[in-house]
């Protein structure tokens, strides 16, 4: 099994900037795709970025631009940097990880508890 470890959510004023981390752990050679989601208040789950082994990454329109991927595949860890925050932004934001090399799943093995970023305006 992996256990993924979210943290670096918070409050931050729009515009600002945060960067979460989700370190892995367990059995971590079965990770390969690694990706954050969120789900903001009554919303649905969506999708925020996603990036592979090799770094391949992809991204939802509405954060293009403003939010980077990145993982240290030493350290068994994934981040998103975030920047140009905005109220919308606001949302529980959960890692995800899969032992498939593909953008564009739609399920995911291993999830982890979600870390809370709220964006202030």
């Known amino acids: 099994q992996v256990q993924l470890v979210e943290s670096g959510g918070g409050l931050v004023q729009a515009g600002g900037s945060l960067t979460l981390s989700c370190a892995a752990s367990?059995?971590?050679?079965?990770?390969?795709?690694m990706a954050w989601y969120r789900r903001g208040p009554g919303k649905q789950r969506e999708l925020v970025a996603a990036?592979?082994?090799?770094?391949?990454?992809n991204y939802a329109d509405s954060v293009k631009g403003r939010f980077t991927i990145s993982r240290d595949n030493d350290k068994n860890t994934v981040y998103l940097q975030m920047n140009s925050l905005k109220p919308e932004d606001t949302a529980v934001y959960y890692c995800?990880?899969?032992?498939?090399?593909?953008?564009?799943?739609?399920?995911?093995?291993?999830w982890g508890q979600g870390t809370q970023v709220t964006v202030s305006s």
């Open positions: 995800a990880a899969d032992k498939r090399g593909a953008l564009g799943l739609r399920e995911y093995d291993s």
């Open positions: 990036i592979t082994t090799d770094g391949a990454t």
């Open positions: 367990g059995s971590i050679s079965n990770i390969n795709t």
